[in-house]
């Protein structure tokens, strides 16, 4: 069982940034795949990104690439998203979640956390 707490949104001007930060429970963070989605208000939760278990690899949506950085601390159990040139299209609830798959993450990760608003004013 894994128990993950996001924390570090909040509202900030279009072009600002921002970084959030997932803490994991539990001595087993360092086997799972973690990953970012996102659900803006009356839209389906969306990927954003996610990082392997050695977190030598990455993978972003489109939408973010070049503007969001995901990274992992396992010494800490920590997972964190940097989040530059924000846009207000990126408004919504921002969901860590971890997987013991990587090829699963995007589709069907095995824990969510219980998300963090990220507003982001024009």
């Known amino acids: 069982q894994v128990q993950l707490v996001e924390s570090g949104g909040g509202l900030v001007q279009a072009g600002g940034s921002l970084r959030l930060s997932c803490a994991a429970s539990?001595?087993?963070?360092?086997?799972?795949?973690m990953g970012w989605f996102r659900q803006a208000p009356g839209k389906e939760r969306e990927f954003v990104s996610r990082?392997?278990?050695?977190?030598?690899?990455?993978d972003y949506a489109d939408s973010v690439k070049g503007r969001f950085t995901i990274s992992r601390d396992d010494a800490k159990n920590t997972l964190y998203l940097q989040m530059n040139s924000l846009k207000p299209e990126d408004t919504a609830v921002y969901y860590c979640?971890?997987?013991?798959?990587?090829?699963?993450?995007?589709?069907?990760?095995?824990?969510w956390g219980q998300g963090t608003q990220v507003t982001v004013a024009s």
């Open positions: 990082i392997t278990v050695s977190g030598t690899s990455t």
């Open positions: 979640a971890a997987s013991l798959s990587w090829v699963l993450l995007p589709t069907t990760p095995d824990y």
């Open positions: 539990g001595p087993t963070f360092s086997r799972y795949a």
